[in-house]
């Protein structure tokens, strides 16, 4: 089984992830959305487990500096997947696919239940 963390390294959140994944002796691998890259297609795999409005962070400081005609106009999946494509640090981080299935945010608990099994 192949675990994946997508992220942005130097992210508080995501380094705590990696470090509890690295910890509870999880072998997983890292994608930095920076360096490597997002693809419509891994966004739309999130989106099936994910409601766009929670893959969004609108608390973070990507979506705080952007317009507020372009923050109107985040309205669905749809208009979601074009700003997490032009800016994916928009993305809440991390975002963890496990057996197929999408998790997004990062708390010990939460990953405690996650791997539970």
Same mark, same amino acid.
């Given at each position: 089984?192949?675990?994946?963390?997508?992220g942005?390294?130097?992210?508080?959140t995501v380094?705590?992830?990696?470090?509890?994944?690295?910890?509870?002796?999880?072998?997983?691998?890292?994608?930095?959305?920076?360096k490597?890259?997002?693809?419509? #297609? $891994?966004?739309?795999?999130?989106l099936?487990?994910v409601?766009?409005d %929670? @893959? !969004?962070?609108?608390?973070?400081t990507t979506?705080?500096?952007?317009?507020?005609?372009?923050k109107?106009?985040?309205?669905?999946a749809?208009s979601?997947? #074009? $700003?997490?494509?032009?800016s994916p640090?928009?993305?809440?981080?991390? %975002? @963890? !696919?496990?057996n197929k299935?999408?998790?997004?945010?990062?708390?010990?608990?939460?990953y405690?239940?996650?791997?539970?099994?």
């Amino acid at each position: 089984m192949t675990i994946n963390l997508y992220g942005i390294p130097n992210c508080d959140t995501v380094k705590k992830a990696r470090t509890w994944l690295s910890s509870n002796g999880t072998d997983f691998v890292f994608h930095d959305f920076k360096k490597d890259g997002i693809t419509r #297609e $891994l966004i739309a795999t999130w989106l099936r487990d994910v409601p766009w409005d %929670v @893959l !969004v962070n609108r608390k973070g400081t990507t979506w705080r500096k952007l317009p507020d005609e372009r923050k109107a106009a985040i309205v669905d999946a749809a208009s979601a997947t #074009e $700003l997490m494509l032009e800016s994916p640090s928009v993305i809440k981080r991390p %975002v @963890l !696919v496990r057996n197929k299935k999408t998790t997004v945010g990062f708390s010990a608990d939460l990953y405690q239940h996650i791997f539970q099994d």
